[in-house]
């Protein structure tokens, strides 16, 4: 798989603390009720297949599958992929690349994009965005989570340098790409950053 520099140090950095990764934030039980309650109302209303496009540990994967979606998870970082099919051996997972992702033109009736864009340059965000609409069906939903803030900045991740995004930023791109924005969620936890997800939908 080519990777670009910055792709490669986005992998070289998690791979390096993958087990710490997963075993601070692996399990559904760590995440969110709230976020819980979105991801799962979100994919209840899906008809087909679903992407878990840049998956991490396999988390919310198994957790949908779980639940009776049709899902597979893809993450660039091989020992990511690894713990998740150890882990959860039901759910199918591969390597790929978010701005090349394994999968066919319009085969996908929904991908969920969990925090997996936040070390995603923003000149390499339009192409991240028209990768995910060139594989959803007409119709196919995205639901995308981030770090939301008032500009487009870099921040101090704990692993690598990651962005904050502003809500109608974000928005604009999606619309750039022939989304249709259907929902918009932002909150703020006592001791984490602010939060955004968005809705969309291809309109193919």
């Not at 992929?81 to 701005?99: K, N, V, Y």
């Not at 007409?138 to 639901?143: A, R, T, V």
């Amino acid at each position: 798989m080519d990777e670009s520099e910055s792709v490669a140090a986005v992998r070289a950095a998690y791979g390096e603390r993958a087990d710490e990764y997963v075993d601070l934030l692996g399990d559904i039980d760590a995440m969110s009720p709230r976020d819980r309650a979105l991801i799962a109302d979100w994919a209840a209303r899906i008809d087909g297949r679903i992407l878990d496009a840049g998956c991490g540990p396999g988390h919310w994967t198994a957790y949908l599958r779980g639940l009776g979606a049709d899902i597979e998870g893809v993450d660039l970082v091989p020992e990511f992929i690894a713990s998740a099919r150890a882990r959860f051996p039901d759910t199918a997972f591969q390597r790929g690349a978010l701005e090349t992702l394994p999968v066919d033109t319009g085969a996908l009736a929904g991908l969920l994009s969990w925090y997996s864009l936040i070390h995603v340059e923003p000149a390499r965000m339009p192409t991240t965005l028209h990768e995910f609409a060139r594989c959803l069906a007409p119709g196919g939903s995205l639901l995308l989570g981030f770090f939301e803030g008032p500009r487009t900045e870099p921040f101090d991740h704990a692993v690598t340098t990651a962005y904050f995004w502003p809500v109608d930023a974000m928005r604009r791109l999606l619309r750039n790409e022939g989304f249709e924005i259907v929902d918009v969620v932002t909150r703020s936890d006592p001791g984490s950053r602010p939060h955004a997800a968005i809705e969309a939908v291809s309109n193919g």
